[in-house]
């Protein structure tokens, strides 16, 4: 393939605007090793984290199945080609038209009694009986205390409590459950031990419940590196050798599908964003490269610079996903091919606010204005997650390479 650098270079001469690129090689190798590494598992691509059609097209055609987390999301889904069980549609407030749009279009994980009683409904009155999940949210947490308030799904301790509601649902069958707790886990042991946990809940439920559990749901957590000062790379051979006990451990006590959703782990260190320097300035001893679209083109350095800016010097910021992982998360490059002397500048974007600063501080080469800016891990809440509407400015465009070097525009 094309180095890197030519292929922005070439993208940005040709259309002359802000753009992400997102390379199939890369999407590619991450699938194969969820693939090989965990074979007893099936896997959901998680769309929320990157709807671009070329992606996910891409990582359905590997066998994989979909995260819904909206209506629209299971209308991708199914219009990718896949099979109402091959979606699971996963998130809290569906509405009644939400429900009717897609129950027959995936399997709907009910997050409340209130929405089991109008899937119930909703069935009731189609003349249907159809099979649902339901997420639980567990009396644990990931780091082993007890179980927490959230907004997402049914606590634990009180299913029992509702057994005669269950049972009274007369057009669905309860037939699997969904678990998530965490995004971005690096620690195979806190995976491992989650896992553990989940297999157990899953006994109770099938045991004292009642229920015919066709598939587990243990949600997503498969983390990546964004801090190159304090993450380690998540051990994936560790995690699949633990995985591999725990299927052997339960495969005589549950026979259902497992199943984790990817999250960011497939895509995310797949795409770039790609700016380019309009102006430079300096203003009392400081040097400011302005970009064209910088928050309102890749929204999350900006968060980043935002927290920080109202947090106590040297403190510890806690992730708060998808729209903040860590300080360092972003790394940014100047595309020049000569080398240059190194400069502290602060990159800020082009609109009227000055909360639109992408980063502070930082050294790069010396810019000169029309430069090329990249900024790495823009494949997964990105886009999506950017106010583009945002002063009314041109959208960024997004391009897909395939391994065979063609790029896709759609």
């Known amino acids: 393939m094309e180095s890197n650098l030519s292929v922005i270079e070439k993208l940005m001469r040709e259309y002359d605007r802000p ?3 997102y390379e199939e090689s890369i999407i590619s190798n991450k699938v194969e090793i969820l693939l090989e590494k965990f074979p007893q598992f099936e896997f959901l691509y998680s769309i929320k984290t990157n709807p671009y ?5 891409f990582i359905l055609s590997k066998g994989f199945g979909a ?4 209506a629209e999301e299971v209308t991708i889904a199914e219009k990718a080609g896949l099979s109402h069980e091959k979606i699971l549609y996963s998130s809290p407030g569906k509405t009644r038209k939400d429900i009717e749009r897609t129950l027959d279009k995936s399997i709907i994980i009910a997050d409340s009694y209130n929405e089991l009683i109008l899937i119930n409904q909703v069935a009731k009155e189609k003349k249907l009986h159809v099979k649902v999940g339901v997420r639980i949210n567990p009396d644990y947490t990931m780091d082993g205390g007890n179980g927490v308030s959230s907004k997402f799904g049914i606590d634990e301790e009180t299913l029992i409590e509702q057994k005669d509601l269950f049972d009274s649902l007369t057009n669905i069958q309860i ?3 969904h678990v998530h707790l965490r995004s971005q886990v690096l620690d195979y042991n806190i995976l491992y031990r989650y896992y553990d946990k989940i297999f157990e809940l899953s006994l109770f439920c099938q045991e004292t419940m009642g229920w015919e559990l066709e598939f587990i749901n243990f949600g ?3 983390g990546i590196v964004y801090s190159s000062l304090e993450d380690s790379p998540l051990d994936i051979e560790l995690l699949s050798d633990e995985c591999k006990k725990l299927f052997e451990k339960f495969k005589h006590k549950i ?3 497992l199943i984790i959703e990817t ?3 497939v895509v995310c260190e797949a795409g770039k964003y790609v700016t380019h320097i309009v102006d430079i300035k300096e203003s009392r001893g400081k040097k400011y490269l302005v970009v064209e679209n910088g928050l309102n083109g890749f929204l999350r350095p900006s968060i980043v610079e935002l927290l920080t800016a109202y947090t106590p010097e040297g403190s510890k910021l806690q992730g708060c996903e998808p729209l903040f992982t860590a300080k360092d998360a972003f790394e940014f490059t100047i595309a020049k091919r000569e080398k240059s002397f190194l400069e502290k ?3 800020v974007g082009n609109l009227c606010t000055s909360a639109d600063i992408m980063v502070k501080d930082i050294m790069l080469p010396k810019a000169d204005i029309g430069d090329i800016l990249v900024i790495s891990k823009a494949g997964s809440y990105s886009y999506s997650l950017t106010p583009v509407l945002f002063a009314s400015h041109p959208l960024p465009l997004q391009f897909y390479v395939k391994s065979n070097e063609e790029i896709c525009t759609e």
Not at 53 to 57: E, L, M, Q, R, T
Not at 67 to 70: G, H, I, L, P, T
């Open 19 to 21: 753009f992400y690129v």
């Open 53 to 57: 059609n070329p992606i996910v097209n």
């Open 67 to 70: 995260d819904a987390a909206s």
């Open 175 to 177: 037939i699997g459950i």
């Open 220 to 222: 997503g957590g498969l």
């Open 255 to 257: 026979n259902a599908r």
């Open 263 to 265: 999250g960011r782990f």
């Open 345 to 347: 500048v602060s990159i």
